[in-house]
């Protein structure tokens, strides 16, 4: 029987490819902890994991399992920077500060390989990232990525490819022009998840899925969380839900909105070696973008529809196959084993929102597509916060990140009408 989380729809080929997934309990009563956190993906897991190392009693619930969420069915993609191009950011916020985000991307980077190294999780991590142009007219703009990247942020491994390049390297004749990353790379995310839940076990964190938070408030002295099944009693609390965050807690949902992204896992391209022949993962410059990879077994992995209400199409591989052909003709009767979806967390300037939302508590979330690399390194640096040490949090504290307009009433919808114009842009 496979398991079909609650939050997210389709069985994922990630959960149908790792052989086991360790199960935790429902929350038994009330308790209290040194440190509460509320959301079982990549921020939770390892703000956990390494407060019990050091030592902190930290309870961690999640409403379903661990890694139902965006950190067990994304994309896979690192990525390289934030989520906005270095280039762009010196443009609003300055070089000095556009630098050290940039800097900070790439420390979350090498933290991520290095935990899975060192615990010696198989990510399945293959080098590579393609970025390619759907227009013409973003030539100059990708030139000059390259330009700044090798030159003033000093990262070595960018390089522009012309058409015939660029064609060779996907297999397919639907972009103009790209970038090709060697610095960076893919993964499996499922298995990061359950190798990361099986080290915060190991670390002594209290785990329970299943066990909802209702209501989170400061008492005093105590952060009081209210869940299905009993009450936690903090001296401090993270809130990791990111775009799973609901109503729980108005400041953190006002700034991090939830975008539904789906994903369909085809049959092995046996017949097709020209796909993506370096085995490199690929995003395109469409607003509502487009993504893909092989798998280490040769399969086409492959996202792109984007939904901005909390709604799920009734056949996810349809929309899917249709993008898929539009890159890809000779795929049009290719199996599409498994398609699923999940919400991604983004925010208005698609950069990170991390705030304290109340006395001892911080929310840390809205990666907006970067959260393989940024969600693990966050969880990370907030255990360090929490033990008293600086951290590169202050970075994220300070960025101006602005409230989605319409409050919780007409936002969902001021969202939809502003995304689907800019995925109509797409189209000219």
């Avoid at 290095?114 to 973003?138: C, N, T, Y």
């Avoid at 992204?261 to 085995?279: K, N, Q, R, Y």
Wanted: charged share 20%.
């Amino acid at each position: 029987m496979t398991w079909q989380s609650p939050i997210s729809p389709g069985y994922s080929w990630y959960e149908a490819t790792i052989p086991e997934r360790p199960g935790f309990p429902v929350m038994p009563g009330s308790r209290k902890a040194d440190v509460a956190i509320i959301g079982g993906g990549y921020t939770g897991l390892q703000a956990a994991c390494n407060l019990a190392r050091s030592g902190t009693d930290v309870t961690l619930i999640d409403a379903c399992r661990f890694g139902d969420g965006a950190s067990g069915r994304n994309g896979g993609q690192f990525g390289t920077g934030q989520r906005v191009w270095a280039d762009e950011t010196e443009e609003v916020l300055g070089r000095e500060w556009a630098q050290r985000l940039f800097d900070m991307a790439e420390n979350a980077k090498r933290y991520v390989l290095g935990f899975a190294e060192e615990h010696a999780i198989d990510i399945e991590f293959m080098p590579g990232q393609l970025s390619v142009g759907h227009k013409a007219s973003l030539e100059r703009d990708y030139r000059n990525h390259v330009e700044a990247m090798t030159g003033r942020y000093g990262y070595p491994h960018l390089s522009f490819m012309d058409r015939e390049e660029t064609v060779s390297r996907l297999g397919s004749s639907h972009y103009h022009f790209g970038i090709r990353d060697t610095g960076t790379g893919h993964i499996h995310p499922m298995k990061l998840v359950v190798g990361l839940v099986r080290q915060a076990a190991l670390a002594g964190a209290n785990l329970y899925e299943g066990t909802k938070a209702l209501k989170i408030e400061k008492k005093g002295s105590a952060v009081v969380i209210e869940t299905t099944s009993g009450t936690i009693m903090a001296d401090r609390a993270l809130i990791a839900c990111n775009g799973y965050i609901g109503n729980l807690e108005p400041v953190t949902a006002s700034h991090v909105m939830p975008i539904r992204s789906f994903i369909g896992a085809t049959t092995v391209l046996h017949d097709h070696p020209e796909i993506l022949p370096g085995g490199e993962s690929v995003d395109d410059s469409r607003f509502v973008v487009r993504y893909f990879r092989k798998s280490k077994d040769g399969r086409l992995l492959f996202g792109g529809r984007e939904a901005y209400t909390a709604d799920n199409p009734r056949d996810i591989s349809a929309h899917i196959r249709r993008q898929i052909c539009e890159i890809y003709p000779d795929l049009t009767d290719i199996e599409i084993t498994h398609a699923w979806g999940g919400s991604v967390g983004i925010t208005m300037p698609r950069q990170p929102f991390c705030r304290e939302v109340m006395p001892g508590v911080t929310t840390i979330g809205g990666y907006s597509g970067h959260g393989v690399m940024l969600a693990n390194y966050c969880g990370k640096l907030y255990a360090e916060l929490a033990l008293g040490k600086p951290t590169e949090l202050d970075l994220l504290k300070q960025l101006k990140i602005p409230a989605f307009p319409g409050g919780t009433r007409f936002r969902s919808a001021l969202l939809f009408l502003a995304l689907s114009w800019y995925a109509l842009r797409d189209r000219f």
